[in-house]
Protein backbone atom coordinates (compact mmCIF):
# COMPACT_ATOMS: atom_id res chain seq x y z
CA UNK A 1 0.00 0.00 0.00
CA UNK A 2 1.49 2.89 -1.17
CA UNK A 3 2.30 6.25 1.05
CA UNK A 4 0.95 9.42 0.03
CA UNK A 5 2.11 11.38 3.05
CA UNK A 6 5.32 10.63 4.86
CA UNK A 7 6.49 12.16 7.78
CA UNK A 8 9.76 11.80 9.45
CA UNK A 9 11.08 12.94 12.55
CA UNK A 10 8.77 15.54 12.94
CA UNK A 11 8.61 17.95 15.45
CA UNK A 12 6.74 21.28 16.58
CA UNK A 13 7.97 23.65 19.05
CA UNK A 14 5.66 27.17 19.68
CA UNK A 15 7.97 29.85 21.34
CA UNK A 16 11.34 30.49 22.23
CA UNK A 17 13.26 30.13 25.32
CA UNK A 18 11.68 29.46 28.91
CA UNK A 19 8.25 29.71 27.41
CA UNK A 20 9.07 26.96 24.50
CA UNK A 21 6.24 24.39 24.31
CA UNK A 22 6.98 21.30 22.66
CA UNK A 23 3.48 20.12 20.73
CA UNK A 24 5.25 17.16 18.52
CA UNK A 25 8.44 15.31 18.91
CA UNK A 26 10.14 12.68 16.62
CA UNK A 27 6.80 11.38 14.82
CA UNK A 28 7.56 9.23 12.00
CA UNK A 29 4.31 7.87 10.00
CA UNK A 30 2.98 7.18 6.61
CA UNK A 31 -0.17 8.31 5.71
CA UNK A 32 -1.02 5.38 2.66
CA UNK A 33 -3.83 5.10 -0.29
CA UNK A 34 -6.65 3.06 0.31
CA UNK A 35 -6.81 3.21 4.47
CA UNK A 36 -8.98 5.41 7.06
CA UNK A 37 -6.01 6.27 10.14
CA UNK A 38 -7.18 7.68 13.32
CA UNK A 39 -5.71 9.58 15.33
CA UNK A 40 -6.68 9.18 19.17
CA UNK A 41 -5.19 10.59 22.39
CA UNK A 42 -5.96 12.86 25.34
CA UNK A 43 -6.43 16.08 24.70
CA UNK A 44 -3.24 18.40 24.58
CA UNK A 45 -1.75 15.25 23.31
CA UNK A 46 -0.95 17.07 19.80
CA UNK A 47 -3.27 14.90 17.48
CA UNK A 48 -4.41 17.96 16.05
CA UNK A 49 -1.40 19.65 15.48
CA UNK A 50 0.13 16.44 13.53
CA UNK A 51 -3.08 16.62 11.13
CA UNK A 52 -2.42 20.45 10.67
CA UNK A 53 1.63 19.28 9.73
CA UNK A 54 0.70 16.10 7.63
CA UNK A 55 -2.02 18.99 5.34
CA UNK A 56 -0.08 21.42 5.01
CA UNK A 57 -1.38 23.95 7.13
CA UNK A 58 1.83 24.49 9.90
CA UNK A 59 5.12 23.60 9.09
CA UNK A 60 7.15 21.70 11.30
CA UNK A 61 10.40 22.90 13.69
CA UNK A 62 11.87 19.90 12.76
CA UNK A 63 11.79 16.64 10.80
CA UNK A 64 10.32 16.34 7.15
CA UNK A 65 6.89 15.85 5.81
CA UNK A 66 7.02 14.24 1.71
CA UNK A 67 4.05 14.41 -0.64
CA UNK A 68 4.43 11.32 -3.09
CA UNK A 69 7.92 11.47 -2.33
CA UNK A 70 8.47 14.89 -2.76
CA UNK A 71 9.97 16.96 0.38
CA UNK A 72 7.11 19.78 1.56
CA UNK A 73 9.99 21.88 2.90
CA UNK A 74 10.74 25.10 2.37
CA UNK A 75 7.70 25.65 0.50
CA UNK A 76 5.93 29.50 -0.01
CA UNK A 77 2.64 29.92 1.68
CA UNK A 78 1.45 30.05 -1.68
CA UNK A 79 2.94 26.75 -2.77
CA UNK A 80 1.59 25.07 0.17
CA UNK A 81 -1.79 26.95 -0.33
CA UNK A 82 -1.67 25.46 -4.02
CA UNK A 83 -0.50 22.56 -2.68
CA UNK A 84 -3.29 21.70 -0.43
CA UNK A 85 -5.91 22.86 -3.21
CA UNK A 86 -4.56 20.23 -5.44
CA UNK A 87 -4.16 17.25 -2.86
CA UNK A 88 -5.83 17.43 0.54
CA UNK A 89 -9.65 18.32 1.69
CA UNK A 90 -9.95 19.22 5.65
CA UNK A 91 -13.54 18.35 7.55
CA UNK A 92 -13.61 20.47 10.73
CA UNK A 93 -16.02 19.98 13.46
CA UNK A 94 -17.17 23.43 13.82
CA UNK A 95 -18.30 22.65 9.82
CA UNK A 96 -16.72 26.04 8.79
CA UNK A 97 -19.79 26.61 6.34
CA UNK A 98 -20.67 30.39 5.23
CA UNK A 99 -23.78 31.36 6.50
CA UNK A 100 -25.13 33.43 3.98
CA UNK A 101 -24.52 30.99 0.95
CA UNK A 102 -26.65 27.96 0.04
CA UNK A 103 -25.70 24.65 0.67
CA UNK A 104 -24.10 24.36 -3.16
CA UNK A 105 -22.72 27.89 -3.16
CA UNK A 106 -20.54 26.48 -0.27
CA UNK A 107 -19.10 23.65 -2.18
CA UNK A 108 -18.99 25.21 -5.30
CA UNK A 109 -16.52 28.26 -3.34
CA UNK A 110 -14.01 25.67 -2.36
CA UNK A 111 -14.19 24.59 -6.21
CA UNK A 112 -13.81 28.18 -7.64
CA UNK A 113 -10.88 28.17 -5.54
CA UNK A 114 -9.14 25.32 -7.22
CA UNK A 115 -10.54 27.15 -10.49
CA UNK A 116 -13.09 24.92 -11.79
CA UNK A 117 -15.20 26.71 -14.63
CA UNK A 118 -18.95 27.79 -13.75
CA UNK A 119 -20.11 25.57 -15.33
CA UNK A 120 -18.23 22.46 -14.27
CA UNK A 121 -18.58 24.05 -10.82
CA UNK A 122 -22.35 23.75 -10.49
CA UNK A 123 -22.57 20.26 -12.13
CA UNK A 124 -19.74 19.25 -9.64
CA UNK A 125 -21.22 21.00 -6.41
CA UNK A 126 -24.88 19.10 -6.96
CA UNK A 127 -22.87 15.37 -7.49
CA UNK A 128 -21.29 16.20 -4.47
CA UNK A 129 -24.09 17.14 -2.34
CA UNK A 130 -25.82 13.88 -4.18
CA UNK A 131 -23.22 11.77 -3.05
CA UNK A 132 -23.96 12.46 0.57
CA UNK A 133 -27.64 12.31 0.57
CA UNK A 134 -28.45 16.04 0.34
CA UNK A 135 -29.29 16.39 -3.50
CA UNK A 136 -32.78 17.71 -1.51
CA UNK A 137 -30.86 20.62 0.15
CA UNK A 138 -28.72 21.97 -2.46
CA UNK A 139 -30.59 25.14 -1.90
CA UNK A 140 -30.99 25.17 1.81
CA UNK A 141 -28.56 27.89 3.84
CA UNK A 142 -26.66 26.33 6.90
CA UNK A 143 -29.50 27.40 9.33
CA UNK A 144 -32.08 25.43 7.69
CA UNK A 145 -29.80 22.24 8.26
CA UNK A 146 -29.09 19.91 10.80
CA UNK A 147 -25.87 19.15 12.67
CA UNK A 148 -25.18 15.93 10.67
CA UNK A 149 -26.33 17.88 7.51
CA UNK A 150 -24.34 20.89 7.66
CA UNK A 151 -21.44 17.87 8.64
CA UNK A 152 -22.12 16.29 5.19
CA UNK A 153 -22.12 19.39 3.73
CA UNK A 154 -18.84 20.28 4.98
CA UNK A 155 -17.69 16.60 3.66
CA UNK A 156 -19.38 17.26 0.06
CA UNK A 157 -16.71 20.49 0.20
CA UNK A 158 -14.18 18.12 0.99
CA UNK A 159 -14.75 15.50 -1.63
CA UNK A 160 -16.05 17.88 -4.85
CA UNK A 161 -12.02 18.39 -5.82
CA UNK A 162 -11.37 14.69 -5.68
CA UNK A 163 -8.58 14.94 -3.27
CA UNK A 164 -5.67 12.14 -2.37
CA UNK A 165 -6.50 12.78 1.39
CA UNK A 166 -8.95 13.94 3.09
CA UNK A 167 -7.99 15.49 6.49
CA UNK A 168 -11.10 15.27 9.73
CA UNK A 169 -10.86 16.91 13.11
CA UNK A 170 -13.11 15.73 15.18
CA UNK A 171 -16.00 14.85 12.29
CA UNK A 172 -18.40 13.08 14.57
CA UNK A 173 -17.90 14.88 18.06
CA UNK A 174 -21.31 16.91 17.75
CA UNK A 175 -23.35 14.55 16.09
CA UNK A 176 -26.06 12.14 17.42
CA UNK A 177 -24.88 8.50 16.94
CA UNK A 178 -27.51 7.85 13.83
CA UNK A 179 -25.54 11.34 11.68
CA UNK A 180 -22.06 10.10 13.04
CA UNK A 181 -22.57 6.72 11.40
CA UNK A 182 -23.20 8.12 7.95
CA UNK A 183 -20.52 10.61 8.73
CA UNK A 184 -17.96 7.30 9.08
CA UNK A 185 -19.95 5.77 6.21
CA UNK A 186 -18.81 8.46 3.82
CA UNK A 187 -15.58 8.54 4.36
CA UNK A 188 -15.03 4.71 4.21
CA UNK A 189 -16.80 4.88 1.40
CA UNK A 190 -14.12 7.52 -0.13
CA UNK A 191 -10.69 5.56 1.13
CA UNK A 192 -12.31 2.06 -0.08
CA UNK A 193 -13.96 2.73 -3.45
CA UNK A 194 -12.03 5.59 -4.24
CA UNK A 195 -8.56 4.53 -3.13
CA UNK A 196 -7.82 7.79 -1.28
CA UNK A 197 -6.28 8.39 1.97
CA UNK A 198 -8.54 9.21 5.30
CA UNK A 199 -6.97 10.78 8.42
CA UNK A 200 -9.54 11.32 11.60
CA UNK A 201 -8.66 13.21 14.93
CA UNK A 202 -11.19 11.19 17.21
CA UNK A 203 -12.66 10.92 20.53
CA UNK A 204 -15.39 9.43 19.80
CA UNK A 205 -15.03 5.77 20.58
CA UNK A 206 -18.28 5.19 18.13
CA UNK A 207 -16.29 4.75 15.54
CA UNK A 208 -13.01 3.07 15.83
CA UNK A 209 -14.04 0.29 14.44
CA UNK A 210 -13.98 1.87 11.27
CA UNK A 211 -10.35 2.56 11.21
CA UNK A 212 -7.53 0.31 9.52
CA UNK A 213 -4.96 1.60 11.68
CA UNK A 214 -5.22 3.81 15.51
CA UNK A 215 -2.12 5.50 16.50
CA UNK A 216 -2.11 6.64 19.87
CA UNK A 217 -0.80 9.73 20.62
CA UNK A 218 0.74 11.29 24.09
CA UNK A 219 2.77 13.72 25.39
CA UNK A 220 3.62 14.86 21.54
CA UNK A 221 5.05 11.28 21.08
CA UNK A 222 3.44 8.04 19.07
CA UNK A 223 2.76 5.98 21.85
CA UNK A 224 1.33 2.62 20.19
CA UNK A 225 0.07 1.87 16.57
CA UNK A 226 -2.82 -0.49 15.84
CA UNK A 227 -3.43 -2.50 13.02
CA UNK A 228 -6.52 -3.69 12.71
CA UNK A 229 -8.41 -5.23 9.20
CA UNK A 230 -5.77 -6.11 6.92
CA UNK A 231 -3.52 -3.13 7.14
CA UNK A 232 -0.49 -3.52 8.22
CA UNK A 233 1.64 -0.95 11.21
Known amino acids: MSALVEMRGVGMTYGSGEAAVTALSDVSLDIRRGEILMLMGPSGSGKTTLLQIAGALLAPTAGEVRLMGASIAGLSQDKRGALRLAHFGFVF ?54 GGQKQRVAIARALAGAPDVVFADEPTAALDSESGKRVVALLHDLAKAQNRAVVVVTHDPRIVDAADRIVHIEDGRIGRVEARATVEA
Open 93 to 146: QSYNLFPTLTARQNVELALDLRGTAAADRIERASAALARVGLGDRADHYPAQLS
